[in-house]
């Protein structure tokens, strides 16, 4: 079972920047490919950004591409989203999550494991 916690959430004007970390517990994420996806009021969960488990291919959405880079520290068991340039269309809660089976992807339901959210806001 991995446990994961999202945390680096907050209030940030437009063309701020935030980093959001996920720390596991449980088990080791260094096999585990990592994504993270948000949601918005009123809004279907979309995916933003995935990592595979040894980080050398990283995968994102068009919507954040060039202002969001997804990394991991696989000894921290910790996996990163740093966001840039800042837009109130990005303000979701953001959920990290954990596929065990290690490539990386933009579906949601290939994901076993899944963190409570982080709640990030844009203001314009």
């Known amino acids: 079972q991995v446990q994961l916690v999202e945390s680096g959430g907050g209030l940030v004007q437009a063309g701020g920047s935030l980093r959001l970390s996920c720390a596991a517990s449980?088990?080791?994420?260094?096999?585990?490919?990592m994504g993270w996806f948000r949601q918005a009021p009123g809004k279907e969960r979309e995916f933003v950004a995935a990592i595979s488990w040894s980080g050398s291919s990283t995968y994102y959405a068009d919507s954040v591409k060039g202002r969001f880079t997804i990394s991991r520290n696989n000894a921290k068991n910790t996996v990163y989203l740093q966001m840039n340039s800042l837009k109130p269309e990005d303000t979701a809660v953001y959920y990290c999550?954990?596929?065990?089976?290690?490539?990386?992807?933009?579906?949601?339901?290939?994901?076993?494991?899944w963190g409570q959210g982080t709640q990030v806001t844009v203001s314009s």
């Open positions: 449980g088990r080791t994420l260094s096999s585990y490919a």
């Open positions: 999550a954990a596929d065990s089976r290690g490539l990386g992807s933009d579906l949601s339901y290939k994901y076993e494991y």
